[in-house]
């Protein structure tokens, strides 16, 4: 069992920053690429962003691409999302999920991550 649990969240204004956390329990992180998801209210959640097992390979949403970095530090089993110039758009519930398959994440296949964190509350005023 691998548990979740984000960090870092808070209001700050449009075109500001915010550094996400997201701690994972266990000894093995590094078999899980991990990943960031948002749902912003009365929508779907959607993917955000992906990093491969041992930080080799990344993937972004279109939407955040340029903006937004995702990290992770295997020896602190630990993964970041360093989110920069934010826009009231970026509102939402940010999720941490971990899966075996980094294509799953990829694909933004929410109902196959194999774990989930109960979230972070990001909010950016105009």
């Known amino acids: 069992q691998v548990q979740l649990v984000e960090s870092g969240g808070g209001l700050v204004q449009a075109g500001g920053s915010l550094k996400l956390s997201c701690a994972t329990s266990?000894?093995?992180?590094?078999?899980?690429?991990m990943g960031w998801f948002r749902q912003a209210p009365g929508k779907e959640r959607e993917f955000v962003a992906t990093?491969?097992?041992?930080?080799?390979?990344?993937y972004y949403a279109d939407s955040v691409k340029g903006r937004f970095t995702i990290s992770r530090d295997n020896a602190k089993n630990t993964v970041y999302l360093q989110t920069n110039s934010l826009k009231p758009e970026d509102t939402a519930v940010y999720y941490c999920?971990?899966?075996?398959?980094?294509?799953?994440?990829?694909?933004?296949?929410?109902?196959?991550?194999?774990?989930w964190g109960k979230g972070t509350l990001v909010t950016v005023s105009s």
């Open positions: 999920a971990a899966d075996r398959i980094f294509n799953t994440m990829v694909r933004g296949e929410t109902s196959a991550m194999d774990y």
């Open positions: 990093i491969s097992r041992f930080g080799g390979m990344e």
């Open positions: 266990g000894r093995t992180f590094s078999s899980y690429s």
